[in-house]
């Protein structure tokens, strides 16, 4: 397990925990210290808080089979409340420093593939019954077993896969790298700016907040990814005031040059009451009457894989950059990792916010220094304070926020060296599960591609019982997870 530097001239001394709260959450046992869980905690936040906007756009933006659409305040409400919640229950009970909040490309799903086919209230009831099978599973331990499973060197694969896709994730929602307007008639999907230019202010800011962050780490400054966050956010509130540049869309047209998703802007107020009529508004039998069951069996399935997967993936990747994972590739307290997350993915059907998830964004507050839950409260209380907070939580950028996504990718790809390249039966499944996160924008799309990989190599070499023998069925899993288009196109 890696120490993190000392701090103001101090190690913690990890055979002496300085009080029961630090003897609870380990603290000094995993080298860390208060300070560094408070930084921790802070950049995780401000990397994820965008969630409390973007959520609400992606479930409020859609219709059910009713033509019925969510309320977006209450969506940011209750996004902020089991983000808040279910990180502090990580924290208190995982002692890990993973926060959870609503799954992107789950809450997609969510809104347009099943919502149409159901009312919200049957599409959110798919999703807790999704979290308690996956509980279910935890408990069994048959989750556990399955991750246990994987080849420790795949897992380290799945965290420098990770890492890339969070660069891309931060390219692009800063807007320094965007899709080609005419794609179908070029062999160039993506492009750098604009037009192939950087003319806009806010990738400006990015630049700008990327060099600074940059220089503050190979400087090895205290705090590097928060200070490079907030002196961004600076930076855009100035330019945002002097240029008056607005969002990407003003009345339904799109702005090019404008900011991703929050406008920098000081807000008119502070403070605001939150709206938690959402609460409970979940039905869990009413679906399969409706949609049929074989259909509400595929989207169950679908969820199933994307949680159970992702969560692995972004378990391993945060403790792989944090330095606490055994040599087995395990973090510990597995199998409590694992239980929140599943009671998270349920309270998020529960509560409307389609299911919660570990975020892999928790990276940039373990570049900072977290290694506990404590980071986890902090970050937990700020998603709580963020109901109330809102107007001032939206002061955040991505083209600020995103500065550390490309940062943290950049650490975690520093992995890829402990991987044996010169042997391709690792190699070649390890390739595909780091090459395929970002450019299908999936972690479990890449773990699926490893994992299978893996097994059909080891068979064509006749190494069969060097394969643990779960992995056969997760890997018959996966090829139906690929094939599940057209299985339906053919039983649906």
């Known amino acids: 397990m890696a120490v993190a530097p000392p701090e103001n001239g101090t190690t913690p001394d990890p055979a002496h925990p300085r009080n029961g709260f630090d003897r609870f959450f380990e603290i000094s046992a995993r080298g860390s210290t208060m300070s560094r869980e408070v930084r921790g905690g802070l950049a995780t936040f401000f990397t994820m808080a965008y969630i409390v906007v973007l959520n609400p756009l992606i479930l409020g933006g859609a219709v059910d089979g009713d033509g019925k659409t969510l309320p977006i305040p209450a969506l940011a409400a209750a996004t902020a409340l089991v983000a808040g919640l279910m990180t502090i229950l990580m924290g208190v009970v995982g002692r890990f420093p993973l926060a959870l909040a609503a799954g992107l490309g789950v809450n997609a799903l969510v809104a347009y593939e099943i919502a149409p086919e159901m009312t919200w209230a049957d599409a959110m009831g798919l999703v807790v019954i999704e979290g308690v099978i996956i509980a279910v599973l935890v408990l069994t331990g048959l989750r556990t077993a399955v991750f246990r499973s994987v080849p420790t060197q795949m897992k380290t694969a799945i965290g420098v896969g990770i890492g890339l896709f969070l660069t891309i994730i931060g390219l692009v929602d800063a807007g320094f790298v965007r899709r080609i307007p005419d794609a179908a008639n070029t062999t160039v999907p993506v492009g750098l700016g604009i037009g192939g230019k950087l003319v806009s202010w806010p990738m400006l800011v990015f630049v700008v907040g990327l060099l600074i962050t940059l220089v503050l780490v190979v ?274």
Do not use: C
Request: glycine share 10%; hydrophobic share 55%; charged share 15%.
């Open 219 to 492: 400087r090895r400054v205290k705090g590097a990814i928060l200070i490079g966050i907030l002196a961004s956010t600076v930076l855009a509130v100035i330019v945002e005031a002097v240029g008056n540049i607005g969002p990407s869309f003003v009345d339904g047209k799109p702005n090019p040059k404008g900011w991703s998703l929050n406008v920098p802007e000081l807000p008119k107020t502070v403070v605001d009451l939150p709206d938690l009529s959402l609460l409970g508004k979940f039905n869990v039998l009413d679906s399969w009457g409706r949609a049929g069951w074989l259909v509400v069996l595929m989207f169950v399935f679908t969820l199933l894989i994307t949680d159970f997967f992702d969560t692995m993936g972004t378990m391993v990747a945060v403790g792989q950059e944090g330095g606490l994972l055994d040599d087995k590739g395990t973090p510990p307290k597995a199998k409590e990792i694992l239980l929140v997350d599943s009671i998270a993915a349920a309270a998020g059907g529960a509560a409307s916010t389609s299911s919660n998830t570990s975020y892999i964004e928790s990276a940039a507050g373990v570049a900072e220094g977290a290694r506990t839950g404590v980071a986890n409260l902090v970050t937990g209380v700020l998603f709580l304070l963020a109901m109330f907070l809102a107007p001032l939580v939206v002061i955040v950028p991505f083209e600020a926020a995103s500065t550390a996504l490309v940062v943290v990718g950049f650490l975690m790809m520093t992995a890829v060296r402990t991987i044996d390249w010169s042997d391709y039966e690792i190699a070649i499944p390890a390739f595909l599960t780091i090459v395929l996160m970002p450019f299908t924008y999936s972690i479990s799309n890449g773990i699926g591609a490893g994992l299978i990989t893996f097994v059909v190599v080891k068979l064509a070499r006749g190494k069969a019982r060097e394969i643990h023998p779960l992995l056969y069925g997760v890997a018959a899993l996966f090829v139906l997870y690929f094939l599940r288009g057209p299985i339906e196109s053919l039983v649906l």
